[in-house]
């Protein structure tokens, strides 16, 4: 097949006779064959998400009417009788070494069959220039949402597992907004898949991301560009960071962990496998280059702030 992918291999098995030379003959034709028509249909696959992923794309950015979106979609296979959608998106959270289309491919391909085995109709397309892929799901009701979340998140991420190069190559972040009804509600949720999706990758892992949610994390990857967010990341953390820049025991990785698990010190401590009197002497040492009490709640804001913050602009 080319381009980085695993190789097929074509056994013939000699069931009735012995192979003679001309089925080795026929047998070696039948390999350029059906490599050809694997490599069809695969581009036919990759045009198809192509379009979907345009439509979709235009969908979330606002750019379609309701009654051109029903319209595109029905024409790209999404005609159903429905008037409930639930969208996803799946952003890749750490970077594949191979072609992102190559870990594009199987989870589309699983979520596709197990769509299938439910009786779903679905609309999935990747934007390569934001680097996800948007899922848009015709559902019979709102309430079904909750199930089919966990189960597509599941499908999902063991498609990532299982896919080119194992789950060491790749890992994603699975983001679920609220089901909707009809097209004019459903270009908003799409985007807020995609943003909190997007979010997702500088955060820890989890099956799926509650995109019907006021979420900081979202807040802050939308303001990303802001000079202003960064300079506050930079200044409120400047101490800390000029500290591990200079010195091979960093204490910002203790930091975050401390308000990763909301300030409580033995869930941190097992976190970076410490004991807690050595979090202690850590934290101590935060509070006096930063100047702060790490117990006043303003403070566990500002620094909790400034952290996701950082994180968001960075990544």
């Not at 270009?187 to 995609?194: E, I, K, N, Y």
């Not at 033995?266 to 280059?289: G, N, P, V």
Request: aromatic content about 4%; charged content about 30%.
């Amino acid at each position: 097949m080319g381009d980085g992918d695993a190789a097929g291999r074509l056994t013939a098995l000699a069931v009735d006779s012995p192979l003679d030379e001309y089925d080795r003959v026929a047998v070696e034709r039948a390999v350029a064959v059906i490599a050809l028509a694997l490599l069809r249909e695969r581009q036919e696959q990759e045009l198809a998400m192509r379009s979907r992923g345009e439509f979709l794309a235009d969908l979330a950015s606002g750019a379609l009417e309701p009654s051109e979106a029903g319209h595109r979609a029905e024409t790209l296979g999404l005609a159903h009788g429905r008037t409930t959608l639930l969208p996803l998106a799946v952003a890749i959270t750490r970077r594949p070494v191979i072609r992102r289309d190559a870990v594009w491919a199987p989870i589309a391909r699983r979520v596709r069959e197990e769509l299938d085995g439910l009786g779903l109709l679905a609309l999935l397309g990747d934007r390569p220039r934001e680097g996800d892929l948007l899922i848009l799901v015709a559902i019979r009701e709102a309430t079904d949402r909750a199930w089919l979340t966990n189960r597509l998140a599941g499908v999902i991420h063991a498609a990532v597992a299982h896919g080119p190069g194992g789950g060491h190559i790749a890992a994603v972040a699975v983001a679920v907004a609220g089901a909707v009804r009809g097209w004019g509600e459903a270009g908003r949720a799409l985007q807020d898949a995609a943003e909190t999706a997007a979010s997702a990758r500088a955060g820890p892992p989890r099956p799926w991301h509650d995109a019907s949610e006021a979420d900081v994390d979202r807040l802050l990857w939308v303001l990303r560009d802001s000079a202003e967010l960064c300079r506050f990341g930079q200044r409120r953390l400047a101490p800390l960071l000029d500290h591990d820049a200079r010195r091979k025991n960093k204490l910002l990785p203790t930091l975050e962990a401390l308000c990763e698990h909301g300030w409580q010190k033995a869930a941190a401590a097992r976190d970076l496998h410490l004991q807690r009197q050595a979090l202690y002497h850590r934290t101590e040492r935060i509070e006096r280059l930063l100047a702060a009490d790490l117990s006043d709640p303003r403070t566990r804001l500002g620094l909790e702030l400034a952290i996701r913050a950082r994180r968001q602009v960075n990544h």
